[in-house]
């Protein structure tokens, strides 16, 4: 499986979503259906703000509607999450969706994704702290240096 984190929706496909879901909207009729496969574009989205727009729909899924896709609404919300790099988050609906089906490969194979960027990211964030301590140090240590010389 690529890694389902890095995919992207095309342009095409969510338009050709967000027109359908835009003309039920005006009706004052949008279906479980139409509303995720809408969100489910969105956080397959390269923008932010798309992704979060699809959490939210697809929160109102998972708490305000039948059971019909709930499970699929776990697993696109981890991806969502974890796609803004709020890793705890995404975890936690992992966690959740392997409440209910403790065996399920993909979603096994997603937190592995998920535990593996929260590190890469981690460590990411330590190296670039580490850097701004070195230059800040570089930096008192040229100005001790300058002062001493005169």
């Known amino acids: 499986m690529d890694d389902v984190l890095d995919e992207v929706v095309s342009t095409e496909d969510l338009m050709k ?3 359908t879901y835009h003309e039920q909207l005006q009706t004052g009729n949008v279906t ?3 509303q995720f496969e809408y969100a489910w574009c969105l956080v ?3 923008y932010p703000a798309d992704i979060r727009k699809g959490i939210i729909l697809l929160e109102d ?3 305000n509607h039948g059971d019909n896709e709930r499970r699929d609404c776990l697993y696109y919300l ?3 999450n974890a796609r803004l790099k709020e890793f705890s988050k ?3 609906y992992v966690r959740s969706f392997l409440q209910i089906e403790p065996g399920n490969q993909q979603v096994l194979h997603l ?3 998920i535990t593996k960027k929260m590190e890469k990211d ?3 964030g330590i190296a670039m702290a580490s850097g701004v301590i070195i230059g800040i140090a570089s930096i008192l240590g040229l100005g001790i240096a300058m002062a001493r010389k005169s």
Do not use: C, M
């Open 17 to 19: 979503f967000e027109r």
């Open 32 to 34: 479980q259906k139409v």
């Open 44 to 46: 397959r989205s390269k």
């Open 61 to 63: 899924l998972y708490n």
């Open 78 to 80: 981890a991806i969502g």
């Open 90 to 92: 995404a975890l936690s």
């Open 111 to 113: 937190e592995t994704l």
């Open 122 to 124: 981690s460590l990411v």
